[in-house]
Each structure stands twice: as C-alpha cells, then as structure tokens.
C-alpha cells in the first residue's frame, strides 16, 4: 500500500522559512518522480515543484522558483520541499504526490497524494 506522510508544516512570519519533509512507503522510491503541490483556501490545486527520481533534475513554479528548493534523499525514501523568504500567497494546504513513472517531475499528473501539511504565513 502506498503511503505518503508529510510533515514540517506551520505558521510562520512573512520572510521567514519551513521545511516540510514526506516520508514514502510502499513502493521503489528512486524508481518515480515526486512532486509537491498545494491548495489554498478556495482555490484549485497548484503544482508546486518536481524532481526526478534519481534526484538529479528539478523543476519549479515560477511563483516559487529561487525560494524554493526541492529535494530527496533515496536512502530513506524520504521528499523534501525547503520554503524559504515565505510570502502570504503561500499559504495553503502542501501535499506531497507521487509521479506515474521516473522522469513525469515536470508535469501535475499524480496517482497517489499525502494527507497534507498547513503551511500559513501571516504576521
């Protein structure tokens, strides 16, 4: 059974930092792209960022790109999402997703999703 459980999640000041961390079970991690999107408040879902299964290639939305950094560690199935110079419009519900195969980072598409972590920026 695939399982995705992010954490990291928190309220934070405008300019501050988080990192959120999803740890994967279930299936061959490095054999599969991984992604992060998020949801605010009522809006549609966004993707975030994405990065390939050995970890080499990543990709950014450009409402993140240079404060973001995506990146994950094989060795214990674990994805990471550093969030940093965090602005209001982050605020949102961030889930990590599973890609359909290693190398669909660029792309929204998604099998399997997290149970989600907040993240809220506010001062």
């Known amino acids: 059974e695939v399982q995705l459980v992010e954490s990291g999640g928190g309220l934070v000041e405008p300019g501050g930092s988080l990192r959120l961390s999803c740890a994967a079970s279930?299936?061959?991690?490095?054999?599969?792209?991984m992604k992060w999107v998020r949801q605010a408040p009522g809006k549609g879902v966004e993707w975030v960022s994405g990065?390939?299964?050995?970890?080499?290639?990543?990709l950014y939305a450009d409402s993140v790109r240079g404060r973001f950094t995506i990146s994950r560690d094989n060795a214990k199935n674990t994805l990471y999402l550093q969030l940093n110079n965090l602005k209001t419009e982050d605020t949102a519900m961030y889930y990590c997703?599973?890609?359909?195969?290693?190398?669909?980072?660029?792309?929204?598409?998604?099998?399997?999703r997290g149970q989600g972590t907040q993240v809220t920026v506010s001062s």
């Open positions: 997703v599973k890609g359909r195969h290693a190398d669909d980072y660029r792309y929204s598409d998604y099998d399997y």
């Open positions: 279930g299936f061959t991690f490095r054999a599969y792209a």
């Open positions: 990065i390939g299964g050995s970890g080499v290639l990543t």
